[in-house]
């Protein structure tokens, strides 16, 4: 069984700080650095938008420019876990977010392996 997990989304003011955590297991993620892992988010009726990735080995990392110096993924491999640390949130960032692990090119592209159910966050402005 493959499991993404997330947690620690929740209801938080403009220009607060938020950290989202999500944790792999099941046979597949064995390996964990067998895979880049990545952030996306999703409003009811909007795309799938792509956040941030980082790459198998953690050397390289992107990010949307919307999110960009706001926004820090790193992964654990001890503990097989993906984070998000989002400072300076803003009303926009509201949305679903997801992780999901793939290939760097596929996270990239807007696509994924392996997606977990997601974590609500929501910005009051």
């Known amino acids: 069984q493959v499991q993404l997990v997330e947690s620690g989304g929740g209801l938080v003011q403009a220009g607060a700080s938020l950290t989202l955590s999500c944790a792999a297991s099941?046979?597949?993620?064995?390996?964990?650095?067998?895979?880049?892992m990545g952030w996306f988010r999703q409003n009811p009726g909007k795309e799938r938008e792509f956040v941030a990735v980082?790459?198998?080995?953690?050397?390289?990392?992107g990010y949307a420019d919307s999110v960009k110096g706001r926004f820090t993924i790193s992964r654990d491999y001890a503990k097989k876990t993906v984070s998000l640390q989002m400072n300076s949130l803003k009303p926009e960032d509201t949305a679903v977010y997801y992780c999901?692990?793939?290939?760097?090119?596929?996270?990239?592209?807007?696509?994924?392996?392996?997606w977990g159910q997601g974590t609500q966050v929501t910005v009051s402005s």
């Open positions: 999901a692990a793939g290939s760097w090119s596929l996270l990239v592209n807007n696509g994924a392996d392996f």
């Open positions: 980082i790459s198998r080995a953690a050397m390289s990392t």
């Open positions: 099941g046979r597949t993620f064995s390996t964990f650095s067998n895979y880049a």
